[in-house]
């Protein structure tokens, strides 16, 4: 108990010190010691901006391991969770005269349960405090700009902050189907509001620093806008590592999203994955994945949403989820604005195997409640 606390503590001190650190470096000389920090920030052009998201899950289940089977960011039952409380600041490159104005950072720390699931896979993943992104940018041209540290994947229809889906539980696609973070360099190619362009050399999945192949893996990205709809389409491909060998890895995700009315939105992404060699069925063979989930927000009022997720996900021959397995799924979402900083949802979710055992001893199926309350800033 003891040692959790230390690490605990260490933990927000080293992140607290940090944030202190970058700030100091950042200050110019000619700003006076009684200048506000906002003040100095604003002359700076850093923008910050963070959230706090706790929530409590039930599992009908009542699964003996407290724990909600296939799931990634809410995988405890009956428990009150800090899912995270995020410290954004980041100041935008543009095109300009001097280096400085073409110059840009972002800084996102995190703190909670869920820095402990997205944290890169060689640093310590039992810590509850992570950098999720730091990365620099470059306005190269008006229309090019490079970045080059730890970001998030080009990947997915979700992301790693709650607050910025429709849903409050994570699909199952962007639990088992893509990575969540790189590290690497990656430039952007924006010519209009139509065209949006990403090509990056990263270390592969989940790492930060240490490419065991020393073979970095190529992303790449481009989004067509039209109005109302829109499609992206991305693919990460290269070596990953595999027990003691190296193993090519593909994904490639696609996203379309339509605005039918001012209200009424729908969405459907796609997955599909291989990687070499390490099928759990067949030993030696390929292993594949895929799925697809569709989504349908409607937006009641200014302050009242509901959002419906259904999804299916295939882990062909175990090498996502331990085991051959179809996964189900069907989540519906209300969101309640009670102020313009203060959000609550409230969600139920039903999940299914074709394999019983899975989410819990002899169950083929899941239940399970939620209620998420998320202040931001």
Known sequence: MRQKLQTTFN???????????????????SVSAEGSAGAVMNDLGINMSGFIDTAYSHNFNNPGDSANGGRVFDGNDDSFTLH?????????????KSLADRSGFALRLGYGEDARLFAPGDTDTGDEFDIEEAYVTFALTDT????????????????IESKDNLNFSRSFLFGFAIPFTHTGVRLNYAPSD????????????????????????????????????????????GDEPSGVTQTERFVYDTIVALDATDQLSFMVNFDYGSEQGTSLVTAGDNSNWYGAAAYAHYAATDRIGFTVRSEVFRDADGARTGIQQTLYETTLTTAYKLTSALQT???????????????AAGKDHQNTIAAELIFSF
């Open 194 to 237: 139509v065209v949006d362009i990403n090509i990056g050399l990263v270390n592969g999945w989940d790492t930060l620093g240490n490419d065991d192949n020393g073979t970095p893996s190529i992303e790449a990205s481009m989004t067509l806008n039209g109005g109302n709809i829109s499609w992206s389409n991305a693919i990460i491909y």
């Open 84 to 96: 995270q409380a995020q410290l954004l600041f980041e100041r935008e490159a543009v095109m300009g």
């Open 345 to 359: 949802r409230l969600e139920f979710r039903h999940d299914e195997s074709n394999v019983p055992g899975f989410f």
């Open 144 to 159: 090019l700009q490079a970045k080059m540290g730890k970001y998030a994947t080009l990947l997915g229809a979700e992301v």
């Open 11 to 29: 933990s927000t001190v080293r992140g607290a010190a940090l944030v202190v650190a970058l700030v100091a470096l950042m200050l110019p000389a």
